[in-house]
């Protein structure tokens, strides 16, 4: 077996494996990008608790229609945009902090999702919400991920100075332009329908992985935004054609393999890359001893 064999064969022999890489690809270039302004704000672990608050309305569009792509979508969507704003609310209006409530409010999201895919569906449709199934991606769920790429390329690019002012000084922004709030519920705007996104390639567990290790991994190789969205980009499609195919060549499930690949290249990052630990313990080392 050749290298062209191990590396393009199974995309071109099957037709599944093109269309997961197609939908890798619009996850890269969508979620990767909204992931590096999700890092850039502190808002990683909003990212993961969003991820699961999403199951109840995609599981509730479970429970009404069934394995429906457009029902579990707006599910989703409704569920986390619920959960965004709600949690905001409570820590404007009472002592509470916005990350505790935040996480208050994705324990209970994800307790009843799976509480409600538990008791009315299997094991298969469980397993279908909570990790995905990338390999079974089809035109309608492809068309939904292309369209959900376009529409956050061209809000990041129309939002783009607030967003990148309010990442430096969020109370900056709030006090001399009015774009603050179109920024701020905007992009929770996009950070929910890409993590439905990647809840249909990924599951719910797994879709902000695509989101944060590629902007983390890119952060140890440059400095500024733009260089970092193009890298992080390029990152997250790398990594997920080769969980795509070592899942294939292995026979090992699809999505974990995927998200571990992406640990991979974070993992090398951090020890190769000019702002990583290998290099800034060198740097610190020679400062010392000049």
């Not at 959960?83 to 509470?96: F, H, K």
């Not at 902000?208 to 190789?221: D, E, K, T, Y």
């Amino acid at each position: 077996m050749n290298d062209n064999t191990l590396l393009i064969g199974p995309f071109i022999e099957f037709a599944f494996m093109r269309q997961a890489l197609l939908g890798c690809l619009a996850l890269s270039l969508s979620a990767a990008p909204v992931g590096v302004f999700l890092m850039l704000r502190r808002m990683s672990l909003t990212g993961d608790a969003m991820a699961h608050a999403i199951l109840p309305g995609a599981a509730i569009g479970y429970l009404m229609f069934g394995l429906s792509l457009m029902a579990m979508t707006v599910g989703g969507i409704i569920a986390g945009l619920t959960v965004a704003v709600g949690s905001g609310l409570v820590a404007r209006n009472t002592l509470i902090r916005e990350d505790t409530s935040l996480a208050a409010f994705y324990l209970l999201s994800l307790a009843l999702g799976v509480l409600i895919v538990s008791v009315r569906g299997n094991n298969v449709d469980l397993l279908h919400v909570l990790f995905g199934t990338v390999l079974a991606l089809d035109g309608p769920a492809l068309t939904l991920l292309w369209s959900i790429t376009a529409v956050t390329l061209l809000t990041l690019f129309i939002i783009r100075r607030p967003l990148m002012l309010e990442c430096l000084d969020p109370g900056f922004l709030r006090q001399v332009s009015r774009w603050s709030p179109v920024a701020h519920y905007g992009f929770l705007g996009l950070l929910v329908i890409n993590l439905v996104a990647g809840f249909h390639a990924l599951g719910t567990l797994m879709a902000v992985g695509i989101m944060v290790l590629p902007a983390a991994s890119a952060r140890f190789w440059v400095r500024r935004i733009g260089p970092m969205l193009l890298i992080a980009t390029g990152l997250a499609l790398l990594a997920s054609a080769g969980g795509l195919l070592i899942s294939y060549h292995a026979d090992w499930p699809t999505s974990p393999v995927i998200v571990l690949s992406l640990g991979l290249v974070y993992l090398l990052s951090l020890f190769l890359a000019p702002n990583g630990l290998l290099r800034q313990q060198r740097a610190a080392q020679t400062h010392l001893k000049a």
